[in-house]
């Protein structure tokens, strides 16, 4: 329950008669009505107003909930006042109105929090508001909005001015503060609303006739309870708010807790936290002799192009404590990266319709979307084999974009068309024995850590150089490790999700 659902449960607590005790002395609200009664027959015997019809009875089916015995269900027409603005040709045009002024013309735009706002206010002149043959505001009216945003209301604070076509004005027949106190808080409850509901005859825009207005139901206490209740209000109110602060920190937390688990689970992982280690499944050492091994057998086959050893990993460098069965290697020393043709190597207008002299250019939306059908750009066979060889890739070839929306990584699938990267993407061709899974959570997290650092601008637009790419540290456990590294990822990371949908 957020903090407006607490107060509209308080408030309807209010009208139901349970958020204060009744007490015999303080009367009921029969001989409030008859009080009220006795006003307005008095009101219109000295023509101060005109007689109405009067308002049918209320029906016992009508009724939406109990009420304490000492209250009464009465009609907002038989204990309010409901006045019209002057809709007339009196009307002021827009071209008579200015904001500057001393008599307010009030249009709901202006009501804000139950009371009238002086921001964007326009004063209608004295002899415009002088012809107007209703709708002259009082000091403590209700303003009560009819048309357009039905409901909305508040308490006028000024001493004159007069109403928009869209609103009315709600006066008590007897002069007392209280019924305007509670009143207000009547037209904040889930009851008002319903009663709007019923009655709304809007089509294209919501429109609730007064004629309407004066049938709706209100559950009437006495005097003072409405006293009571009101005070009762007012005590708890700067409670709900306290609540609702507390409410929203806590609604905050619980909507970073997914993401944030999330980034600790990840962390984790890369600090040999997460699982245990195992001494039969040996160490990274023996797998760097692997990874080494098969890296001067692609030179040895001419697959893979000699390169300049990259420096030794100096202590200063080291962001943290790994396992004694793991070690700190370099991004570079890994795998073999490729960016997409740059520039002029590659433009649209070398583009042509795929066919079977043509080769697909895969794009960033391909890695971005994982989905390689995506796209519709290919380049000739001939024109592949004399400049773009290089920048072809295969199955388990991973593609990363890396301009704009950086990091986002993809395996090549065994069923795929043979085709090249763009410039926005780069391919990855990670050495054997490296579970592909266990790379790619460590380089996500690399990347997003290493490439802040590198950027420019406060957001990463580019993927770095390679020379800082390359030098990234990846901790790297032994093979077995690294794949129940993977395997409980993914079942904190289910987790992660379920909480973000709860």
Known sequence: MNAQQLKNSILQRAIEGKLVEQREEEGTAAE????????????????????EKPLRSIKAE????????????????????????????????????????????????????????????????????????????????????????????????????????????????IEEELLYVYLGVYLNTGLFVSEIRRYDNGTAQPNLGARDLAKFLVPLPPLAEQKRIVAKIEELLPHVEQYGKAHD???????????????????????????????EEGTAKELLAAIKAEKARLVVEGKLKKEKPLRSIT??????????????????????YKKGPFGSALTKSMFVPKSNQSIKVYEQKNAIQKDISLGNYYITKKYFEEKM?????????????????????????????????????????????????????????????????????????????????????????????????VAKIEELLACCGALEKA
């Not at 009505?33 to 007689?51: D, N, T, W």
């Not at 944030?260 to 990840?266: C, D, F, I, Q, T």
């Not at 301009?403 to 993407?425: C, R, S």
């Open 62 to 173: 009508e009724i939406p909930f109990e009420i304490p015995e000492s209250w009464e269900w009465v009609r907002i027409g038989d204990i309010i006042q409901i006045i019209n603005g002057d809709r007339g040709k009196n009307y002021p045009a827009k071209n008579q109105l200015s904001h500057t002024g001393n008599i307010p013309f009030i249009s709901a735009v202006n009501i804000d929090n139950g009371t009238i706002s002086e921001d964007n206010l326009l004063y209608v002149s004295e002899e415009r508001y002088q012809l107007l043959r209703s709708g002259h505001l009082h000091y403590g009216d209700l303003i009560l909005c009819i048309r357009g945003s039905l409901g909305k209301n508040g308490r006028y604070p000024f001493q004159k001015g007069a109403i928009a076509s869209s609103l009315v004005i709600l006066r008590s027949y």
């Open 249 to 279: 920190e806590l609604t905050a937390l619980n909507e970073k807790f997914p993401d944030a688990m999330k980034k600790s689970v990840l962390q984790y992982a890369m600090e040999g936290k997460l699982v245990e280690q195992r001494e």
């Open 315 to 336: 202590a200063e460098e080291i962001p943290f404590e790994i396992p004694e069965s793991w070690e700190w290697v370099r991004l570079g020393e890994l795998g073999n």
């Open 32 to 51: 409030l009505l008859r009080e009220i009664k006795a006003e307005k027959a008095r009101l219109v015997k000295e023509g101060k107003l005109k007689k």
């Open 389 to 485: 060889r290089g920048f072809e890739v295969f199955p388990d070839d991973i593609i990363v974009s890396c301009a704009g929306t950086i990091g986002e990584t993809y395996i090549m699938p065994h069923q795929m068309e043979q085709g090249i990267i763009n410039q926005a993407l780069m391919r990855m061709r990670i050495f054997s024995p490296i579970f592909k899974p266990y790379f790619l959570v460590c380089f996500e997290i690399l990347l997003k850590q290493n490439a802040l650092k590198t950027s420019k601008g406060s957001a990463i637009k580019n993927i770095p150089p390679f020379e800082i790419l390359k030098n990234f540290l990846v901790p790297l456990p032994p093979l077995a490790e690294q794949k129940r590294i």
